[in-house]
């Protein structure tokens, strides 16, 4: 090869290596951002156009605040950055104005899910939020998952991180009560039949809403945990299960003909008090002038989900001997 070609290509791949050298050093924009196990399909929500990421240690130059107690967070134990929720940060510095990043305060319920859906999209307990009620209706990620931890929680977590509480640890939402206070904060009606003298023990946070529905939407009506609504309950009542060589049908049917799941002012969370519930169907025994009796239809008829016993004129009276 000649030596003035030669020279042109040595120079020509010197100056390609040279500019991809250059390129591996600038700041990574926002819009070329990828962080390992998101959904490109979300990724939109937290790009800034012409951003650039700054870092965490100039986040909380500012904000010091949430810099103290965020580091407590179940996210800064997965190693998630402030620009990973909130876009790059350096148009947000330098303008008059502080805007160009995202506010969760001032974007759509889809825009700020789809930020958490960024990351989360890929998780297993989201996989029917889409078809759920709650993302019909507008509800936001944050509404009910703390994002950043404060107040007494962060103080809490501080007292973690100096063996003051060893063996807490931290979660978007800390207990059963407080699950229970925000599903209730919306959910009025339940939260009346829960203080009825009868009801599943969710104001004593022995259980809580989580248990039976899923907030991120279910494949079952109303958000249940399992296809139907029977189901569910013998996950706790199996003893109601049978089979039987008698079935009641309603058991077979829908437990909610009988029982009122959230609370009721009748015993059993009975949805009405016998025997009235059992004179819907039933014309039942009657005294001389002809008026049903008025005792407790299960002080006789004691197996009335179902029973194994025989009656003398063939068939079953849910009895247990």
């Not at 889409?130 to 509800?139: C, D, I, M, N, Y």
């Not at 007292?159 to 931290?170: I, M, N, T």
């Not at 249940?224 to 009542?237: D, I, M």
């Not at 008025?294 to 989900?305: E, G, K």
Request: proline content about 5%; aromatic content about 6%; charged content about 20%.
């Amino acid at each position: 090869m000649p030596r003035p070609a030669l020279l042109t290509t040595f120079s020509i791949a010197l100056l390609w290596t040279l500019s991809q050298l250059a390129v591996a050093q600038q700041p990574v924009a926002s819009g070329a951002y990828q962080k390992e196990g998101t959904n490109k399909e979300f990724a939109k929500f937290v790009d800034i156009p012409g951003a650039e990421r700054l870092g965490n240690d100039q986040c909380r130059a500012c904000h010091e605040e949430q810099g103290k107690t965020f580091r407590y967070s179940n996210h800064a134990q997965q190693s998630v950055e402030c620009e990973d929720c909130h876009g790059s940060g350096s148009l947000h510095l330098t303008s008059d104005t502080h805007e160009k990043i995202v506010k969760f305060g001032k974007i759509k319920a889809e825009q700020a899910n789809g930020v958490c859906l960024w990351c989360h999209a890929k998780s297993e307990h989201v996989n029917n939020w889409f078809s759920g009620a709650h993302e019909a209706k507008g509800v936001r990620c944050i509404d009910c998952h703390t994002i950043h931890e404060g107040g007494a929680r962060g103080e809490r977590m501080a007292l973690l991180s100096s063996g003051s509480e060893v063996g807490r640890e931290p979660r978007p939402i800390e207990s059963r009560r407080d699950q229970n206070d925000k599903c209730l904060q919306c959910h009025r009606k339940q939260e009346a039949q829960a203080n009825l003298p009868y009801h599943h023990p969710i104001r004593e946070a022995k259980m809580t809403c989580v248990d039976c529905h899923d907030p991120h939407g279910g494949s079952a009506g109303n958000n249940l945990n399992s296809a139907s609504a029977n189901q569910l309950c013998f996950q706790c009542h199996a003893e109601f299960q049978g089979p039987f060589s008698f079935q009641h049908p309603p058991v077979n049917e829908d437990y909610m003909k009988c029982h009122s799941p959230h609370g009721s002012p009748n015993q059993n969370l009975l949805v009405v008090s016998q025997p009235a519930l059992c004179l819907q169907c039933h014309s039942a025994h009657h005294n001389g002038a002809s008026l049903p009796i008025v005792d407790r239809c299960t002080n006789c008829h004691n197996s009335i989900h179902g029973s194994d016993v025989p009656s003398s004129v063939g068939g079953g009276l849910f009895i247990d001997k």
